[in-house]
């Protein structure tokens, strides 16, 4: 795939895309439809958010969008004919921060918390997973819960764990904050005392001061525990991998935005490259690349990169360029240090004067000047409006910030981390403030881009629905609404976050993200209407039938027979 495009270029581009959206008839003269998706609600996602009855696909494209009865009779010889049965259609969902890759590696083998009601059944789960595998073998629960959606509230015991799987270590882990060892576990990983979890985790003891099995600590601790669990065997992350991107087609993913991120070496990325290779992706990845360890971060980066040009790949995968985690000392929620600072500056002015783009954990507006002051130096030599660089998370964004962003053309990504954190922001930051938070609706007034994402699994769900139904009404997994009315973004701006913002971070804007003529066929048709669903209903929508260059990926009754 060739990387990032010149304005003449893009101009182009967007004049050919109007004449070919507008010109319908010219097109349907000259080529005819191989399929044709009718009697629906086709939301486009073009700059006017038309609504159209029907979509005409051929070579695995859009030919063009209208009525139903037009766009039959674009139909070819043969032609497939979907009836969609009033139901609704929308452009495949991008996920534009999300740690898919490493999920989908260990997708096969671990046990999935997510979206479980009650710590009962969570617990339950762990006991069916000791009892179908061999005393002495690994149970995992990597992440993608909290204890607020449980009803009980509250997060597991080590007593209870070991009740349920006594003869096997078991690690659970919640978000970056705490991680569960049963006594096998502990013994397996020999962890003893404060040392075995540097840097900064710390052991929960008893009161005759034995460990308990509970770690404090943060990411870059929970990531060198996690790293010394025993890893699945290459056909079992190939596996994982297939099965892991079928469940996001299942939901109306059609493609990622891979943020990289703790435990992601070199050698992490053969799956999805075997996948890639062999053709079997069902979804299209643009990966980024972290630093993978700290102190060498740019001359690491520096030659990971030598062959990997940006935008280096094809329509299905490609290199989209260095990040999250750039420069260690960065990826924290405290202040960055002057050294930490001068080694981002010199990593981010090496990126601009190769023209990747990058994505950046940044996590409290307190210290996103430091950020801010250097990317703003950058420009005066090396300008990045057009290199897409996107800050993440930040929800705590001011607006003075987010014009400063704007002035430098940086993308927004906006995961939907409050959906399961915004208690403890209230308590951070208070009540009133927490209203405010994230300022979605004043980043879109100033002409920001804002993507979406769930930066799952660690952290949250990867379920694309349940971000949507979070951006639009602010109440958090636990049921409270931490954030204001005020700042909720539109159903439709929601669904731009997801759809075309997202493939403009993945610099794909110009191939998917929208149902226009001329776009991939990437799509998904809904079992509820997104536009007029109850909001409180939105997490639950899935995909019915979900198409990736117009070839089915996923089916659900009553499309079940289109897999054939």
């Not at 990926?553 to 079940?560: E, K, L, Q, R, T």
């Amino acid at each position: 795939m060739p990387g990032l495009r010149s304005n003449s270029a893009r101009l182009s581009c967007y004049f050919a895309a109007a004449f070919i959206v507008t010109s319908p008839v010219g097109i349907a003269s000259a080529q005819s439809a191989d399929m044709i998706l009718f009697n629906g609600k086709i939301l486009t996602v073009d700059k006017d958010f038309s609504t159209q009855q029907a979509v005409a696909i051929t070579d695995g494209k859009i030919l063009a969008t209208g009525t139903s009865a037009a766009m039959r009779k674009l139909a070819g010889r043969g032609a497939k004919l979907i009836d969609l049965g009033g139901r609704t259609v929308i452009p495949g969902l991008t996920d534009g921060h999300i740690h898919g890759i490493r999920a989908a590696l260990t997708f096969g083998t671990e046990v999935n918390w997510i979206g479980v009601p009650t710590l009962k059944d969570a617990l339950e789960k762990v006991g069916q997973a000791a009892k179908a595998q061999k005393p002495g073998s690994w149970i995992v629960v990597a992440g993608g819960w909290t204890e607020e959606q449980f009803a009980e509230k509250r997060r597991p015991t080590p007593a209870e764990v070991a009740a349920v799987a006594p003869e096997n270590p078991v690690y659970i882990q919640h978000l970056y904050d705490w991680l569960l060892l049963s006594p096998k576990a502990m013994e397996a990983l020999n962890i003893r005392d404060d040392n075995d979890v540097a840097p900064g985790g710390k052991l929960t003891r008893d009161s005759d001061n034995k460990p308990t099995g509970i770690i404090d600590a943060g990411g870059a601790a929970l990531g060198k525990i996690f790293d010394k669990l025993p890893k699945p065997t290459m056909e079992q992350q190939i596996d994982g991998s297939r099965k892991f991107f079928r469940e996001m087609n299942s939901l109306g993913i059609t493609g990622i935005v891979d943020g990289g991120g703790v435990s992601m070496y070199p050698a992490n990325y053969q799956a999805v490259f075997r996948l890639w290779q062999d053709k079997q992706l069902t979804v299209r990845v643009a990966y980024h690349l972290c630093a993978p360890k700290p102190g060498s971060e740019l001359a690491d980066l520096q030659n990971l990169t030598q062959l990997s040009p940006p935008g280096f790949g094809d329509a299905m995968l490609h290199f989209n360029g260095p990040g999250e985690i750039l420069i260690w000392a960065d990826w924290t929620d405290g202040d960055i240090t002057p050294d930490g600072k001068a080694k981002l500056a010199e990593l981010l002015r090496w990126a601009a004067s190769k023209r990747y783009t990058i994505q950046l954990h940044w996590n409290p507006d307190r210290t996103v000047h430091d950020l801010l002051d250097v990317v703003e130096d950058i420009n005066k030599d090396f300008p990045v409006r057009d290199l897409r660089w996107t800050v993440l998370h930040l929800y705590t964004a001011s607006e003075a910030s987010l014009k400063r962003m704007k002035a430098l053309g940086l993308v927004w990504g906006v995961q939907d981390g409050l959906y399961f954190g915004g208690e403890r922001l209230q308590k951070e930051v208070g009540v009133e403030q927490a209203k405010a938070m994230p300022r979605i609706a004043t980043a879109m007034k100033l002409g920001l881009v804002v993507g979406g994402g769930t930066d799952a699994h660690r952290v949250s769900s990867y379920n694309p629905f349940v971000s949507l139904q979070w951006y639009l009404d602010g109440t958090t997994i636990g049921g409270t609404k931490t954030r204001g009315d005020e700042e909720a973004p539109s159903r439709r701006q929601v669904l731009e976050m997801y759809t075309r913002n997202t493939a403009y971070m993945a610099n794909d804007d110009d191939k998917r993200g929208t149902l226009e003529a001329g776009k991939f066929a990437d799509l998904a048709v809904l079992s509820a209407d997104y536009m007029t669903a109850p909001v409180k209903e939105i997490g639950k929508i899935k995909s019915v039938l979900t198409m990736l260059g117009g070839k089915v990926v996923y089916a659900a009754p009553p499309f079940a027979e289109e897999r054939r």
